[in-house]
């Protein structure tokens, strides 16, 4: 199989040292750097190339041998909104292609862009250096725009005409999914020879089962609280009112829960949700739960294992998800899900085997749920085994070895 020497990866919104749960980093984040990492193991050199956000940054991070993030200098360093960043793309292009200019050519043997400003600098990067661009959607408007939650801002038409000339551009589309496969052809024209479904995976090594009461010790939870988990952004598209709500319902039905049930909220405000950083909270007041609600920055990685191990049950009510890597990991680590029926989620979790699927976005149901698995131990320990054999498919190593089929075919 040929392999490339050097890729060129690029992240113009979001750099994989920013910490995951707040802002504009997440998934993606994880995804890139995880990716980076694995290709260097195999002697593919990986450059990281993403907008410089502080004047702080070194132009230059090792992130680990053989993979190198470069900070490009693209509009101000900070205040820009990631609406604001296309104006920016003709700078952050002059600033990659700059980087391949100081070697000789054929420096870079492939590009891999992540989300659709990314994409834009790779097809001009891809025309310039005469080599393939893989490209990974991530999200898409048209997608998120058919499934907006109450109150969200739906995504600019410049986006979705940006994604349709990327996916025209690119010489293969890598999707987390079969639905995601598909909704690039039906809703972008994308060739479908042209589009590879490519699960994304989890740190196996990290996200691992522990002792229940040692991670709660840690995390200061008393150690018979019943613990209700959410981790992400704090924004509308990933619906943590919906977990609130259905913990005040679910209170309503078993009031004898109130005095051991925890339930944690971890992650920063993000998108639409920075306009009201404080809705949560007075969410969970108005409600009458703020004594079993707490609130928790976002947190390294190693952290949030703990998080997963100590929760009873992770709840990801999203409206859209390409994937779900907050559901892989915490089914990792042995803790069974409750999600919404949408996009990757379907994927991600096996509905009745490691979790529970849930229609639509309606509290009473995410609360039944709730008490379906709170209430019923041997149904959580059954979903328990579920999840770990679940979770056992979507190693990063399986994800790498099918990337480097997409690159080597091209």
Same mark, same amino acid.
Request: hydrophobic fraction near 45%; include cysteine.
């Given at each position: 199989?040929?392999?490339?020497?050097?890729?060129?990866?690029?992240?113009?919104?979001?750099?994989?040292?920013?910490?995951?749960?707040?802002?504009?980093? =997440?998934?993606?984040?994880?995804?890139?750097?995880?990716?980076?990492?694995?290709?260097?193991?195999?002697?593919?050199?990986?450059?990281?190339?993403?907008?410089?956000?502080?004047?702080?940054?070194?132009? +230059?991070?090792?992130?680990?041998?053989?993979?190198?993030?470069?900070?490009?200098?693209?509009?101000?360093?900070?205040?820009?909104?990631?609406?604001?960043?296309?104006?920016?793309?003709?700078?952050?292009?002059?600033?990659?292609?700059?980087?391949?200019?100081?070697? $000789?050519?054929?420096?870079?043997?492939?590009?891999?862009?992540?989300?659709?400003?990314?994409?834009?600098?790779?097809?001009?990067?891809?025309?310039?250096?005469?080599?393939?661009?893989?490209?990974?959607?991530?999200?898409?408007?048209?997608?998120?725009?058919?499934?907006?939650?109450?109150?969200?801002?739906? $995504?600019?038409?410049?986006?979705?005409?940006?994604?349709?000339?990327?996916?025209?551009?690119?010489?293969?589309?890598?999707?987390?999914?079969?639905?995601?496969?598909?909704?690039?052809?039906?809703?972008?024209?994308?060739?479908?020879?042209?589009?590879? +479904?490519?699960?994304?995976?989890?740190?196996?090594?990290?996200?691992?089962?522990?002792?229940?009461?040692?991670?709660?010790?840690?995390?200061?939870?008393?150690?018979?609280?019943?613990?209700?988990?959410?981790?992400?952004?704090?924004?509308?598209?990933?619906?943590?009112?919906?977990?609130?709500?259905?913990?005040?319902?679910?209170?309503?039905?078993?009031?004898?829960?109130?005095?051991?049930?925890?339930?944690?909220?971890?992650?920063?405000?993000? =998108?639409?949700?920075?306009?009201?950083? $404080?809705?949560?909270?007075?969410?969970?007041?108005?409600?009458?739960?703020?004594?079993?609600?707490?609130?928790?920055?976002?947190?390294?990685?190693?952290?949030?294992?703990?998080?997963?191990?100590?929760?009873?049950?992770?709840?990801?009510?999203?409206?859209?998800?390409?994937?779900?890597?907050?559901?892989?990991?915490?089914?990792?680590?042995?803790?069974?899900?409750?999600?919404?029926?949408?996009?990757?989620?379907?994927?991600?979790?096996?509905?009745?085997?490691?979790?529970?699927?849930?229609?639509?976005?309606?509290?009473?149901?995410?609360?039944?749920?709730?008490?379906?698995?709170?209430?019923?131990?041997?149904?959580?320990?059954?979903?328990?085994?579920?999840?770990?054999?679940?979770?056992?498919?979507?190693?990063?190593?399986?994800?790498?070895?099918?990337?480097?089929?997409?690159?080597?075919?091209?």
């Amino acid at each position: 199989m040929a392999l490339p020497r050097r890729v060129a990866t690029l992240s113009v919104h979001t750099s994989p040292l920013d910490q995951p749960g707040c802002g504009d980093a =997440g998934g993606l984040n994880v995804y890139v750097t995880e990716v980076a990492k694995r290709l260097a193991e195999r002697d593919i050199a990986v450059d990281i190339f993403t907008r410089a956000t502080s004047s702080d940054l070194a132009p +230059t991070v090792e992130l680990v041998p053989g993979v190198t993030v470069r900070h490009i200098v693209a509009g101000p360093y900070e205040g820009l909104d990631k609406n604001d960043l296309p104006a920016q793309l003709c700078a952050f292009t002059s600033g990659v292609l700059r980087e391949e200019a100081a070697h $000789e050519p054929g420096w870079f043997d492939l590009v891999h862009s992540h989300y659709w400003l990314s994409g834009q600098v790779g097809w001009l990067a891809k025309e310039r250096w005469g080599v393939p661009l893989v490209h990974t959607m991530h999200t898409m408007a048209r997608v998120k725009n058919a499934l907006l939650a109450a109150g969200d801002a739906p $995504e600019p038409a410049m986006r979705a005409i940006g994604e349709a000339q990327v996916v025209d551009a690119a010489d293969r589309l890598i999707a987390s999914t079969a639905e995601e496969a598909a909704q690039l052809v039906d809703l972008y024209g994308a060739d479908e020879t042209r589009v590879e +479904t490519v699960a994304p995976g989890v740190d196996l090594d990290l996200f691992t089962p522990g002792d229940q009461r040692a991670a709660r010790a840690r995390l200061g939870v008393a150690p018979d609280a019943t613990v209700v988990l959410f981790v992400g952004r704090i924004q509308p598209l990933k619906a943590p009112d919906v977990v609130l709500q259905a913990a005040a319902i679910l209170l309503e039905r078993c009031p004898e829960l109130r005095d051991r049930l925890v339930v944690a909220v971890v992650g920063g405000p993000s =998108g639409t949700g920075l306009a009201e950083p $404080e809705q949560l909270s007075k969410l969970a007041g108005a409600l009458g739960i703020a004594d079993v609600v707490r609130f928790d920055p976002p947190a390294h990685r190693e952290v949030i294992a703990d998080y997963y191990r100590a929760a009873d049950v992770t709840v990801v009510p999203s409206y859209s998800e390409s994937f779900g890597l907050v559901a892989i990991e915490s089914q990792a680590c042995g803790t069974p899900v409750i999600a919404a029926r949408v996009g990757g989620l379907l994927t991600a979790v096996a509905d009745g085997t490691s979790g529970l699927l849930i229609d639509g976005h309606d509290p009473v149901s995410y609360a039944a749920a709730l008490q379906s698995i709170i209430e019923n131990p041997a149904r959580r320990a059954t979903h328990s085994r579920g999840a770990l054999a679940h979770a056992a498919r979507f190693g990063w190593s399986a994800t790498v070895d099918r990337i480097l089929e997409v690159y080597s075919a091209l």
